[in-house]
Antibody, heavy 114, light 106 residues
Framework: QVQLVQSGAEVKKPGASVKVSCKASGYTFTGYFIHWVRQAPGQGLEWMGRINPSIGGTNYAPKFQGRVTMTRDTSISTAYMELSRLTSDDTAVYYC???????WGQGTLVTVSS | DIQMTQSPPSLSASVGDRVTITCQASQDISNHLNWYQQKPGKAPKLLIYDASSLEAGVPSRFSGGGSGTDFTFTITSLQPEDVATYFCQNYYNLPFAFGPGTKVDI
């Protein structure tokens, strides 16, 4: 069965970077885009971008352009999302999801606090 | 960028009621619309794709319709387990924006 398992919760200081991983299993990793979506406490869903695991091509939402980097390691079927220059506004649960977003990871809470 | 709006922001209904949520896109997105259900502390769950296609395993009381810029999501007979927030999402044009959500209570 398709599974996406994300890395654990992180606490970061303002200005730091965070890298969240998403390990896929149960399907051909290179066959489907991986999307990243975040949700701040009590807020809605925010699409951050996607990566094509086959070629590594990415598309980022304008809001995150220049601050987010999505990568993948096909040898271990894992996608990564790195967000830099963190502020308190980046405190959120970060999800990975397999296109067409029918399968989601469990979410990773990233807390940014001094 | 395409903007997505939803109405109402929240609603309260009784068990067995018919509930309808609307979603509007700022430009034509054909039928490239998903609907999700999210319960507190859980990841979103895909219910409807391509505006009106029911995801496998999703109860038939959920349905979707519309195309272009105007879409609807309906629960024909609201059940206690349907208490959740529902989101629409455009996947026609990047960025694949979500609507702000509709919170459904009983």
């Amino acid at each position: 069965q398709v599974q996406l398992v994300q890395s654990g919760a992180e606490v970061k200081k303002p200005g730091a970077s965070v890298k969240v991983s998403c390990k896929a299993s149960g399907y051909t990793f290179t066959g489907y885009f991986i999307h990243w979506v975040r949700q701040a406490p009590g807020q809605g869903l925010e699409w951050m971008g996607r990566i094509n695991p086959s070629i590594g091509g990415t598309n980022y939402a304008p809001k995150f352009q220049g601050r987010v980097t999505m990568t993948r390691d096909t040898s271990i079927s894992t996608a990564y999302m790195e967000l830099s220059r963190l502020t308190s506004d980046d405190t959120a649960v970060y999800y990975c999801a397999r296109h067409p977003l029918g399968y989601w990871g469990q979410g990773t809470l990233v807390t940014v606090s001094s | 960028d395409i903007q997505m709006t939803q109405s109402p922001p929240s609603l309260s209904a009784s068990v067995g009621d018919r509930v309808t949520i609307t979603c509007q896109a700022s430009q034509d997105i054909s039928n490239h619309l998903n609907w999700y259900q999210q319960k507190p502390g859980k990841a979103p769950k895909l219910l409807i794709y391509d505006a009106s296609s029911l995801e496998a395993g999703v109860p038939s009381r959920f349905s979707g319709g519309g195309s272009g810029t105007d879409f609807t999501f309906t629960i024909t007979s609201l059940q206690p387990e349907d208490v959740a927030t529902y989101f629409c999402q455009n996947y026609y044009n990047l960025p694949f924006a979500f609507g702000p959500g509709t919170k459904v209570d009983i």
